[in-house]
């Protein structure tokens, strides 16, 4: 069974057809637990909404890098108590630092650094996003003894070599469609390195399609693919693979 520790069903992408594509994904047996994680407020308050509908679906709230503007007291609190106040809040997330697309970087290190916060505050992991800021990520989370929480580094972009100073802050690895295009050498590598108790799969759903849908919209059973691509690395069964990933996932989130 999958499960995708990290999905954006709450975003516009799914207003259509959300409710019909998650029970049908879920009644089919494949797609056990999901993980949604926001970017923003308004999306924190959709995963709540998300939570109370769907018995499989947890939440991760938190204020993506890309979204500084959203760094207020007031919204900072608002994601404390929303994560107090339901059982199946399970991360912060996804919060880090973004280097293409997040704006000033001293404003995004303060929004990091308030969310790690709170995460060691109500002991939950972390689901960080690091897009071209590998060093001052990793610099942050330690800093900031992250590895009391721990979490995972969503769409892993970093080299195998990284790998020891990611485990060092007790991070997991998240893995998605990425490691199924043609010119990912550097993910399959990190793939091939990576310990069996550190993997999960993801998807980010809508976004990152796995081949043969690259191109089209994500959805969680896509990650069939993905799984697929890690059990040839590894040389073992996609069901070992689905396995391991579920339990690790499980642990993870405290599920």
């Excluded at 637990?33 to 709230?61: Q, R, T």
């Excluded at 293409?100 to 060691?120: A, M, P, T, W």
């Excluded at 998240?174 to 295009?181: E, M, P, Q, S």
């Amino acid at each position: 069974m999958i499960f995708d520790t990290h999905a954006h069903y709450d975003c516009d992408a799914y207003d259509l057809d959300r409710d019909a594509l998650l029970q049908e994904m879920h009644a089919s047996g494949n797609v056990g637990l999901i993980l949604n994680c926001a970017d923003g407020i308004e999306s924190c308050h959709k995963i709540m909404d998300l939570c109370d509908k769907y018995d499989f679906v947890y939440g991760a709230l938190g204020i993506h890098p890309e979204r500084v503007e959203e760094l207020t007291d007031e919204n900072l609190s608002s994601i404390q108590q929303m994560a107090t106040s339901n059982s199946k809040i399970k991360a912060i997330g996804e919060v880090g630092l973004d280097y293409v697309n997040g704006g000033d970087k001293d404003e995004q290190h303060k929004l990091f650094i308030r969310q790690i916060g709170i995460s060691r505050e109500l002991g939950l992991p972390l689901v960080i996003h690091d897009r071209e800021a590998h060093q001052d990520t990793l610099t942050i989370l330690k800093q900031e003894k992250a590895w009391e929480v721990g979490g995972v580094m969503h769409c892993y972009s970093g080299s195998k070599e990284m790998l020891r100073q990611v485990f060092d802050i007790n991070m997991h690895i998240g893995i998605g469609g990425v490691v199924t295009f043609k010119n990912a050498v550097k993910v399959r590598e990190v793939v091939e390195a990576l310990p069996h108790d550190r993997l999960i799969v993801e998807t980010d759903a809508p976004y990152l399609t796995a081949v043969p849908h690259r191109g089209h919209r994500n959805r969680s059973d896509y990650i069939a693919y993905v799984i697929e691509q890690i059990a040839s690395i590894w040389n073992v069964s996609p069901e070992m693979v689905e396995n391991i990933t579920y339990d690790n996932g499980k642990k993870l989130f405290k599920i």
